[in-house]
């Protein structure tokens, strides 16, 4: 079973999800929901990770995302074949459209919103055929309203 980490107080990545083989078949090419950015907090960072080689299937794709845009955070990182290769901040909130990231040094947090909004993430290709394999997904979100005394 996968599980969530939140390691917000020692200002590490603050939501990390690692998802075994099972994990990854299980949750086929749809949509999952991993965790939440609260409302008024927002993400500065986000990484996708083979951690573990995937074997079985060479065509898997993942995104990471929130709300129902799966590729927010992560765009089509190339789960099978990055060789071991993490990719931060590759999703569309973050790159411009010339393929740059907004920010060329220190942090700009994105998808701040009013309300709560889901951390999803979804895979492509043939997932059912996995045999082996991980994948680390992770974000650092900021939460500002935490401090709040109301």
């Given at each position: 079973?996968?599980?969530l980490t939140v390691n917000e107080a020692n200002g590490d990545f603050t939501h990390v999800l690692r998802l075994s083989t099972q994990d990854i078949i299980d949750s086929s090419t749809n949509q999952t929901i991993w965790g939440s950015i609260p409302a008024g907090?927002?993400?500065d960072v986000a990484f996708a990770v083979e951690s573990v080689a995937l074997a079985g299937a060479t065509d898997i794709t993942l995104e990471v995302g929130t709300g129902t845009d799966d590729d927010t955070l992560i765009d089509?990182?190339?789960a099978d074949g990055n060789n071991g290769a993490t990719a931060y901040n590759t999703g569309t909130s973050f790159v411009q459209g010339a393929g740059n990231t907004t920010i060329a040094g220190g942090s700009k947090p994105i998808e701040s919103s009013a309300s709560a909004v889901n951390l999803i993430y979804k895979f492509g290709?043939?997932?059912a055929n996995l045999t082996a394999g991980e994948i680390i997904i992770g974000v650092r979100v900021f939460d500002p309203m935490r401090f709040s005394q109301g």
């Open positions: 079973m996968s599980k907090g927002a993400v089509s990182f190339d290709g043939t997932v």
